[in-house]
């Protein structure tokens, strides 16, 4: 990876109820969660070694009003998975955060998620970043674009 230190940091991101904590949950076999009636509330941890070298997995909640946490979270970030639920399309917080991290040129991957839900037409014009269809909750298509990710932070 990019970074020259021995651990990496990267931040699941997007709106409520996405899909997030069952991404990380497919990616780490450990993980921390802080949820209030199945919603997350702070933050979800997790990490896996990738070449030697450790690599930090947050999710961030997705409700609006938890926003000063994404900005708390994204601090430091060497990369990032924004998670769109497939069956609600685009939402506003979804393409701000996607315009957040274009400006700070932060490498990042969508995983299109809940392809197994009958979906609305993703508008993905003007994004350019690499889109991968997922259903987290059968690991589908995680695994894969978390490899393409860190490939995205090496290059």
Do not use: W
């Not at 702070?42 to 990490?47: I, K, P, V």
Request: hydrophobic fraction near 35%.
């Amino acid at each position: 990876m990019k970074n020259k230190n021995k651990e990496t940091k990267i931040v699941i991101l997007g709106s409520y109820n996405s899909g997030k904590t069952t991404t990380l949950e497919n990616i780490c076999e450990k993980m921390t969660k802080v949820e209030y009636n199945g919603t997350t509330i702070s933050l979800d941890y997790g990490n896996i070694t990738v070449d030697g070298k450790k690599v930090h997995i947050f999710t961030t909640p997705g409700q609006e009003r938890f926003k000063f946490m994404r900005e708390i979270l994204s601090q430091g970030l060497d990369g990032a998975i924004v998670v769109i639920d497939s069956s609600r399309g685009l939402t506003s917080t979804d393409r701000n955060i996607i315009n957040r991290l274009n400006d700070k040129e932060i490498p990042f991957v969508i995983f299109a998620n809940k392809q197994d839900i009958l979906s609305e037409d993703l508008d993905f014009d003007g994004i350019d970043a690499p889109i991968i269809p997922t259903i987290a909750r059968e690991g589908e298509g995680v695994k894969d674009g978390l490899s393409l990710l860190l490939d995205l932070m090496n290059s």
